[in-house]
C-alpha cells in the first residue's frame, strides 16, 4: 500500500507539472514539451559546473558558440552578465582603452542620424531619422512563425529601433506593433508585384501609405545564399503566407536569382529613383560585395547621377543566415563582413558619399563587441537577424526550413507556435536591443569617446584568428 500510494502521489505530481509546464508562458520549451524539457535546462545550468569534464569548449560550437548565445539568452531575460575568475574567449580583435575613460557625466546619448535627403536631386518627401544604432534585419513572415513576427514588432517599438520585413513582403504581424517599418524587396517582389511577378505601383503605393513604413530595401542578395533567390518550402505557404505574397498555397516559394528588371547598375539606380520617387520614402540596397571594383563603379554612377543613389546600403557578410539555402552558397560565396565592410566604407570615402549615403552591416554581429567594431569599421547602423532570434528563445536547433523548429519562432505547426507568447518575448526582444545598445556604449566610453559616433579605425585591432571563428579586417592603423 505504501509503495502504491508513493507512486500516486509521484503520478500526480508530474500531472501537476505537466499542466503547469503546458500553461506557463515563460519558457516555450517547456510549454511545448513538458517535463521532458526540464532536461535542457538542467544540461545548460550544470554545463557552467561541469567544464572540467566537457569535450567541447564552450567556444567551439557553429554557426554561434555557447558564449555568444548565453550571452543574448541573459540580456532578453535581463539578468546580470557580469561574469567572473577571467575571459573564456579567445578574441581576434581587441579594442585600444583610452588611458583617461570617459567619465558619468561626459557620457553623451547616440543621438541618431538622418537617411535620406530633402532636397536636390535623390530626395525624398519624407527623409527618415534612425535614432537606434542596433535594429532588427530583414526576416519574413513565413521563414518565422506569426508569433514570432508579432513578438518583434512589439519589443522594436519598445526598444525604439526599426524592423526590417524581409522579403516575404508586409503582414499584419509586422505592424501589429506600431515599430518603424523597413519594407524589403526582394527578387521576387513579394507584397509589391502584379500578376505577372512586375512591380506594381498601386501596391507600392498602399505600402508607403502606411505611416510605420520607413522606408524601402531593395535586395540584390543575402549573405548566406548570394545569386540565389529566397527559398520558402512548399510546407510554410500556408493561405495566408500565399495571400501576402501573391503565390499559390502548399508550393515552394522560390525567388528568382536576381531582379529580373535590374540587370546593371544604371538600372539598379533607375529602380531606387523609381521607388523613391514613388513611395515618398528613403530607399536602400541589400547586397553582399564579391568584386569589390563593383563599389566603385556604382558609386561613380551615384555621382554621375544623384538622382540615382540610394539613401543607404546594407552590407551582408557572406556568413549571413538564411532558412534554407544550398551549402556551397553559405558557406563558400560572398566577402565576410570583416572584408566587405572595410572595402564599402573606402568606396564610399573615395567617392566622396560619406553624408549621402548611411551604412548598415550585418552578418553574425550579435554581441556588443561585434556591434562596435562595425561601427569602429565605418557603419553607422548594425543589423541582426539571429540575434533577435535568440532573444525569442531559438536554441540553434538548425531546423528552421523545416517547420519543426522546437521553439515556435520559425515553425509552421501551431501546435509548436502556441508555445512562443508574444507578450514574454516582445519583452526579452527590447531588453536584447537595449543591452547591446547599453554595452556598445561602455565601450565606447573606455576607448575615451562620450557616444558611438565617436569610433574610429585606431580604436580597434587585430590579433591572431581566435578559435571563435570571428577576424577582424584591417583597422586602419
Same mark, same amino acid.
Given at each position: ?8 502521489? $509521484? $503520478? ?70 557580469? *561574469? ?119 501596391? $507600392? +503605393?498602399? =505600402? ?36 501576402? +505574397? ?30 523613391? *520617387? ?66 564599402? #566604407? ?87 536591443? =537595449? ?6 556604449? #561602455? ?35
Amino acid at each position: 500500500m505504501i509503495a502504491l500510494s508513493i507512486i500516486a502521489v $509521484l $503520478l500526480l505530481g508530474l500531472v501537476g507539472l505537466y499542466i503547469h509546464d503546458r500553461m506557463q508562458t515563460t519558457h516555450t520549451i517547456l510549454r511545448n514539451y513538458p517535463i521532458l524539457g526540464y532536461f535542457r535546462y538542467f544540461a545548460e545550468t550544470m554545463g557552467e559546473y561541469m567544464r572540467q569534464y566537457q569535450y567541447l569548449p564552450d567556444w567551439a560550437e557553429r554557426p554561434f558558440n555557447r558564449l555568444e548565445r548565453a550571452w543574448v539568452y541573459r540580456s532578453a531575460k535581463g539578468v546580470s552578465n557580469l *561574469t567572473s575568475f577571467g575571459s573564456e574567449n579567445v578574441p581576434s580583435f581587441v579594442f585600444r582603452n583610452a588611458a583617461f575613460p570617459v567619465l558619468e557625466e561626459e557620457k553623451k546619448p547616440f543621438l541618431g542620424k538622418r537617411i535620406g535627403i530633402e532636397e536636390g536631386p535623390g530626395a525624398c518627401l519624407h527623409p527618415y531619422f534612425a535614432t537606434s544604432l542596433f535594429n532588427i534585419s530583414g526576416m519574413s513572415y513565413g521563414a518565422l512563425s506569426h508569433a514570432a513576427v508579432s513578438a518583434l514588432s512589439r519589443g522594436a517599438k519598445h526598444a525604439g529601433i526599426w524592423m526590417a520585413t524581409g522579403e516575404g513582403g508586409l503582414s499584419p504581424y509586422h505592424l501589429e506593433g506600431g515599430c518603424d517599418i523597413v519594407m524589403q524587396m526582394g527578387t521576387a517582389k513579394y507584397g509589391v508585384r502584379d500578376e505577372h511577378g512586375n512591380l506594381s505601383e498601386g501596391r $507600392l +503605393r498602399e =505600402i508607403a501609405a502606411y505611416d510605420q513604413v520607413r522606408m524601402f530595401e531593395v535586395k540584390l542578395a543575402q549573405g548566406a545564399k548570394p545569386g540565389k533567390g529566397g527559398i520558402l518550402p512548399g510546407i510554410k505557404v500556408t493561405a495566408e503566407i500565399a495571400a501576402i +505574397r501573391g503565390i499559390p498555397v502548399g508550393q515552394d516559394s522560390i525567388s528568382p536569382n536576381r531582379h529580373l528588371d535590374i540587370g546593371n547598375i544604371r538600372e539598379l539606380g533607375a529602380f531606387v529613383d523609381r521607388v523613391r *520617387t514613388i513611395g515618398g520614402k528613403p530607399v536602400g540596397v541589400k547586397f553582399v560585395v564579391g568584386d569589390p571594383a563593383f563599389l566603385d563603379d556604382w558609386f561613380t554612377d551615384c555621382v554621375a547621377h544623384p538622382e540615382h543613389c540610394p539613401d543607404y546600403i546594407q552590407v551582408d557578410g557572406g556568413e549571413g543566415g538564411t532558412g534554407a539555402a544550398p551549402a556551397a552558397l553559405i558557406d563558400y560565396v560572398g566577402l565576410p563582413i570583416t572584408e566587405a565592410l572595410r572595402h564599402v #566604407v573606402a568606396a564610399r570615402e573615395r567617392h566622396g558619399l560619406k553624408d549621402r549615403i548611411r551604412i548598415v552591416a550585418s552578418a553574425k554581429l550579435i554581441t556588443p563587441d561585434k556591434v562596435a567594431w562595425a561601427l569602429c569599421m565605418g557603419a553607422d547602423f548594425v543589423s541582426s537577424a539571429r540575434g533577435f532570434m535568440f532573444s525569442l528563445g531559438c536554441i540553434q536547433a538548425m531546423k528552421c526550413g523545416s517547420g519543426m523548429c522546437p521553439t515556435g519562432v520559425t515553425s509552421s505547426k501551431e501546435r509548436l507556435i502556441a508555445g512562443l507568447d508574444p507578450t514574454d518575448k516582445a519583452a526579452r526582444v527590447a531588453r536584447y536591443a =537595449i543591452r547591446v545598445r547599453e554595452e556598445v556604449e #561602455v565601450i565606447a566610453h573606455a576607448c575615451g569617446v562620450a557616444d558611438p559616433t565617436g569610433f574610429l579605425p585606431r580604436h580597434v585591432t587585430n590579433i591572431e584568428r581566435g578559435v571563435g571563428g570571428f577576424r577582424a579586417a584591417q583597422s586602419g592603423d
